[in-house]
């Protein structure tokens, strides 16, 4: 999901066209003398409202009309041509995200504390982001103008948010009004439209599970495969969502759940030749019951929404340890098992200079899961990596991902640091700028760790397992 940047979203007040950010050097738009805060405000004379109306108005045109207002007030037409695909080497302003109208009783802004960064409170709802970056919509208050939008820009696929199609389930999570929360005939109008649709259920217990859930498979299968995928992740309450109408997902509720939908998607596989309906990651792990394999995840559709990428990981992980396995040149088949460990002197990468020794932080969630494998990488190599999990206590609650820890989380583990240096999981920084959930600052935090911190992504982490040794870059 793609984490906007929170101040233009709420107090820019909007003027017509698409602001220019960055003009590459020798490009087509430097030679027309476009310059940043530029705005292109019509192209061959239809309007721009943003860079994907710029990017849909001028997709295939080779003669074109660009109408700029610059910084000055100064409006000009810049009349041009251009080869065909010829890129014009520009940048815009990030898109401003429209606003939800729900009031949705699990609503994640609902379960932050006051003092997260502004961005978290923000509830975007818009097709275009969905479009752009899979962030889900209702599409409960979706105008006439966006449905027409996404059709004739072909903005395909959506992601939706039904969670049911039983409408009063439904109306009642979204906290609307169930005409409000009937999407049927725009679902029906973007699937004629050729539109595709990936779909989500956030799973509330006693609300949308059992046989509501099963109905919502079953229906949405139905239009497989305009509707291509449909996730299905469990609620996660912090401790500051005490709407009493909301239920836990414990071990026990999840390990059902894997036992109900496994039947569907057996049967899914078998009429469909897909799994079609996806659990989240967080189902398995906190049910205690194995991640599925490879095949059943097809090309992950849904592994942003933390649908298959603990698969992802250890696949990918097996590579690594089958790759050091054969550095470390130890005869082909043999398995790899933590209990495993071998005599150093028989293991030539266990002595090797530069050996890491230091520490990966990650959340509880994901922590048994990585610990083992870099218990087995650590057998393997002789480094000395440890995996720290850490208590999210900002959140709290049910709240146990890597991506959600904060600041002062990773600030109360300071002294069970192990090595050289530390390892942090990317995401938990703002793509856009250098500041944590609870709005530390990136820097702040390094300068109050006794070690250098590193922060990586899950590839990060396995790219540098792979190949380096000693601290990551
Ligand atoms: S759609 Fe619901 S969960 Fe999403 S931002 Fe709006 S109220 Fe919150």
């Known amino acids: 999901m793609y984490e906007f940047a929170v101040e233009p979203a709420i107090t820019q007040l909007r003027r017509p066209g698409v602001i220019i950010t960055e003009v590459e050097p020798e490009s087509l738009a ?22 994907l109306d710029f990017r849909f108005q ?20 810049i009349e041009f041509d251009r080869e065909e695909g010829e890129d014009f080497g520009l940048s815009f302003e990030q898109i401003v995200p429209r606003q939800c109208a729900n009031e949705c009783i699990f609503c994640f802004c609902k379960g932050n504390p006051d003092d ?40 395909s696929p959506q992601y939706v948010s039904i969670h049911a199609t039983d409408l009063k389930t439904r109306a009642y999570l979204l906290g609307v009004d169930e005409s409000r929360a009937d999407i049927s005939r725009k679902l029906v109008r973007l699937l004629d439209a050729d539109i595709e649709l990936h ?18 498979l079953r229906d949405l299968a139905g239009h497989y495969p305009k509707v291509i995928s449909t996730a299905v992740v469990p609620v996660a309450l912090t401790r500051y969502n005490t709407d009493e109408r909301l239920t836990r ?17 057996k049967e899914f596989r078998k009429t469909l030749g897909t799994t079609f309906a996806f659990l989240g990651d967080e189902i398995y792990l906190k049910g205690g019951v194995q991640i599925p394999s490879r095949r059943h995840y097809g090309n992950y559709p849904q592994i942003e929404d933390g649908v298959g990428m603990v ?24 398995r790899i098992h933590a209990a495993a460990i071998r005599p150093q002197e028989k ?27 870099i218990e087995k990488y650590n057998v393997l190599t002789g480094s000395r990596f440890h995996v720290l999990a850490v208590r999210n206590t900002y959140f709290g609650g049910d709240v146990s991902v890597a991506g959600l820890l904060t600041g002062q989380d990773l600030l109360k583990i300071r002294d069970q640091l192990v090595g050289d240096f530390v390892i942090i999981p990317t995401s938990i920084i703002k793509s856009d700028e250098p ?20 922060d990586l992504d899950t590839q990060g982490l396995i790219d540098f397992l792979a190949n380096k040794k000693g601290e990551p870059e």
């Open 311 to 334: 698969r992802s990981f250890l696949n990918a992980f097996d590579k690594v340890l089958n790759r050091r396995y054969a550095e470390a040149q130890i005869s082909g088949n043999e």
């Open 199 to 216: 779909a989500q259920v956030v799973l509330c217990p006693e609300i949308n599970d059992g046989k509501i859930l099963e109905q919502t």
């Open 249 to 265: 997902v414990t071990p026990a509720f999840c390990k059902g759940t894997i036992h109900e939908v496994d039947k569907l998607q």
């Open 30 to 51: 430097q030679e027309l003398e476009l310059f940043p805060n530029d705005r292109i405000v019509k192209v061959n004379g239809r309007q721009v409202r943003d860079y």
């Open 347 to 373: 293991n030539p990468a266990a002595t090797a200079p530069g050996s890491g020794f230091g520490t990966i932080i990650t959340g509880e969630m994901f922590a048994p899961v990585l610990s083992e494998q």
């Open 116 to 155: 997260a960064r502004p961005s978290l409170f923000v509830r975007d709802e818009d097709i275009r982001l969905s479009f752009l970056y899979g962030n889900y919509t209702t599409l409960s208050s979706i105008t006439e103008d966006e449905m027409n939008r996404i059709v004739e820009q072909r903005l």
């Open 435 to 454: 500041l944590l959930l609870d709005g530390m600052r990136y820097e702040d935090l390094r300068s109050q760790f006794p070690v250098p911190v590193f």
């Open 58 to 77: 001028t997709a295939g045109e080779t003669e074109l009309t660009f109408r700029v207002k610059k910084t000055n007030g100064e409006t000009l037409d």
